[in-house]
């Protein structure tokens, strides 16, 4: 079945990069593209930036521009998220979310990854 | 900044009908947002409910259902059961600089 497996929680102090992986089975990898959201304890929903991940193509949400950098391995069906300079605003669990790519419906969330930045 | 607004709270008995709607700061929602809504209750993942204004998952209930209303997009719940409380989520697509935003989430409660 098509799943998006995420990789563990990490603890970063601030000023560090945290990298989060989503590795995708049961589909054909370079057919979706893939969101990350996050989400701050008790606060919604929010759009970091997408990747085609058969072209390798990427946006960004403003917000993050500069900090955020989504890449893709297609031999290994893993698309990876990194957040440079984190503070503790960034303490959140980060998730992907497969698209499709002709109706733009999201159908698939990864279980999460929860990154806490502390000192 | 593009903002997308939702009501921040509904309540509805059990049976009963309640529309939640997914403005854009931008102008009136129409179909070339993608409107995408998603349910999400505590500790768990958001669940899809509806893409591109209207369609449903596969494992979407008959009784909710999107379309556009007043310039907004909408989920409607109908025959609402006490599993449908729920903090509910829309997403947008707006292209340009910042692609796809998130509204705030209305908290539904059954009751």
């Known amino acids: 079945q098509i799943q998006l497996v995420q990789s563990g929680a990490e603890v970063k102090k601030p000023g560090a990069s945290v990298k989060v992986s989503c590795k995708a089975s049961g589909y054909t990898f370079t057919y979706y593209p893939m969101h990350w959201v996050r989400q701050a304890p008790g606060q919604r929903l929010e759009w970091m930036g997408w990747?085609?991940?058969?072209?390798?193509?990427?946006k960004y949400s403003q917000k993050f521009q500069g900090r955020v950098t989504i890449t893709r391995d297609t031999a290994a069906s893993t698309v990876y998220m990194e957040l440079g300079s984190v503070r503790s605003e960034d303490t959140a669990v980060y998730h992907c979310?497969?698209?499709?790519?002709?109706?733009?419906?999201?159908?698939?969330w990864g279980q999460g990854t929860t990154v806490t930045v502390s000192s | 900044q593009t903002v997308v607004t939702q009501e921040p709270s509904l309540t509805v008995s059990p049976g009963g009908t309640v529309t939640l709607t997914c403005a854009s700061s931008?102008?009136?929602?129409?179909?070339?947002?993608?409107p995408n809504w998603f349910q999400q209750k505590p500790g768990q993942a958001p669940r899809p409910l509806i893409y591109s204004t209207s369609n449903k998952h596969s494992w979407t209930p008959a009784r909710f259902s999107g379309s556009l209303l007043g310039g907004k997009a909408a989920l409607t719940l109908s025959g609402v059961q006490p599993e449908d409380e729920a903090e509910y989520y829309c997403l947008l697509y707006h292209g340009g600089a910042q692609p796809w935003v998130f509204g705030g989430g209305t908290k539904l409660t059954v009751l």
């Open positions: 990747i085609n991940a058969g072209n390798g193509d990427t």
């Open positions: 931008t102008g009136a929602v129409t179909t070339a947002y993608y």
């Open positions: 979310a497969r698209a499709d790519i002709t109706t733009y419906g999201i159908d698939v």
